[in-house]
């Protein structure tokens, strides 16, 4: 099963332990998003929408893993709260691509900046040389999950 010559006990105490860390992130995350007029599909598209630059509803759908349907509905309700809007492609008219509104980024830059705040707080008790580590690691982790994804 393992290519490597990692024990089957250190595999699954890494996938439960990173579980159990996604699963603290999102509910920390859920607490943050009550103070503010968006839901986490919501934020998840806006996120998407800071990093990348315009999107269509397709290549936005893609990424945040929803059917086109339901995407279009989640932007149709972030642009009637003025978070996004709809705007022709400059280079193809027939093209038109999600943009990210004043008001969507500063709510994503304070929610990003709370869960940022929220994680400093836990990497307190942490020496420097611990979180360089931790960081460098988890890089690199995410550097192999990309080449292996499916």
Aim: proline share 1%.
């Amino acid at each position: 099963m393992l290519e490597n010559d990692l024990s089957t006990d250190v595999i699954v105490d890494l996938e439960k332990r990173l579980r159990y860390i996604s699963g603290i992130i999102k509910q920390n995350g859920r607490k943050i998003l009550d103070n503010y007029p968006i839901t986490s599909p919501q934020f998840i598209a806006l996120q998407w929408l800071m990093e990348e630059g315009d999107l269509t509803i397709g290549e936005l759908s893609n990424r945040i893993s929803l059917a086109f349907s339901t995407t279009t509905d989640l932007v149709d309700r972030m642009e009637r709260n003025e978070l996004v809007e709809r705007v022709k492609d400059t280079k193809d008219r027939r093209v038109v691509r999600i943009h990210l509104l004043e008001k969507g980024s500063t709510i994503i830059q304070e929610v990003i900046e709370k869960r940022q705040d929220f994680l400093g707080g836990v990497l307190e008790g942490f020496t420097d040389e611990q979180t360089e580590n931790l960081n460098e690691l988890l890089g690199l982790l995410y550097t192999e999950m990309k080449k292996h994804k499916k």
